[in-house]
């Protein structure tokens, strides 16, 4: 499960500043469009256009082709993680999120929760697909960046698939780049809702803050009562009881299934997006 994670900055020494086809079959016979086995060609290169392209047309994969990207698009594909991340950051900080093209919606649920606590200003998404990088940045400018490279889009959200393991795996890199170059990172799941802010919960000077508890040095456990797993948060109504006003973060995980996710959400009301859409930086995304 990934988990909050807040990491501080460390000293920098050194800061990141068509192919030809031949057919000998056919070399020697020039093909009229009018003979019939011209149109026979002729309707299979169709039938190929058609069955292969059109079906990508739609999908997030294959939102804009690359040949008609606009100026905007373009400019975002050459954005770089330093030029984002300088242009999010205050005061040497910012909160990062890992998002595809599936969960936009929870990424938009969970900006309401942060932008009621006034921090939305400093988020920066990293987008897992183009369709994703192009659609935060066209509603709200300079706040997501692509890494490559992208992934599947339709698979990557697959809990236990390949496709859901190289999206995670490579969460721990993009935070290191970003401590390297100077930052402090908050790293939050987008299936997480922000009840208060959480700024204030970490004290002192650790080299990582975690919601879970887990094995590292200098590691810093945030308290239960305003950090809760799911698997207590949403199975343990006598805790949340007794801990009530207490909650800060609540992180909607020990459950498998997008749609899952999103009813358990409204089951406790903290699906923002129904009635809150616009209180997001990306507004209503339907």
Same mark, same amino acid.
């Given at each position: ?118 921090? @939305? ?40 698939? @390949? ?9 721990? @890199? ?21 009840? @208060? ?90």
């Amino acid at each position: 499960m990934a988990q909050q994670k807040y990491l501080h900055q460390r000293p920098i020494q050194n800061p990141f500043s068509s192919s030809h086809l031949s057919n000998s079959s056919l070399s020697n016979r020039p093909i009229s469009l009018l003979s019939r086995n011209g149109l026979l060609l002729l309707l299979l290169a169709l039938l190929v256009i058609l069955g292969v392209f059109l079906p990508w047309a739609g999908s997030p994969l294959f939102p804009f082709p690359t040949n008609t990207l606009s100026p905007s698009q373009s400019k975002w594909r050459d954005y770089s993680l330093a030029q984002a991340v300088q242009f999010a950051a205050k005061n040497g900080t910012v909160i990062v999120c890992a998002v595809s093209y599936a969960y936009l919606p929870f990424l938009n649920n969970w900006l309401i929760s942060v932008s009621r606590q006034k921090h @939305q200003d400093k988020v920066l998404v990293i987008a897992e697909d183009y369709a994703t990088l192009y659609k935060v940045n066209e509603r709200w400018p300079g706040h997501a960046v692509l890494i490559p490279p992208a992934f599947d889009s339709q698979t990557a959200h697959k809990f236990g698939s @390949q496709g859901f393991f190289n999206f995670t795996a490579r969460r721990p @890199q993009h935070l290191l780049q970003i401590v390297e170059l100077g930052y402090s990172v908050m790293y939050n799941d987008v299936d997480m809702v922000w009840l @208060q802010d959480p700024f204030k919960y970490l004290e002192g000077r650790h080299d990582a803050y975690f919601m879970d508890d887990m094995t590292a040095v200098d590691l810093y456990l945030l308290p239960q009562a305003a950090f809760p797993t799911g698997g207590l948060y949403f199975k343990n109504k006598t805790w949340v009881k007794d801990t009530k006003g207490k909650h800060v973060i609540i992180h909607n995980n020990y459950i498998v299934g997008f749609e899952k996710k999103i009813k358990r959400f409204r089951d406790y009301g903290l699906w923002l997006v129904d009635d809150h859409a616009l209180e997001s930086p990306l507004g209503n995304l339907e």
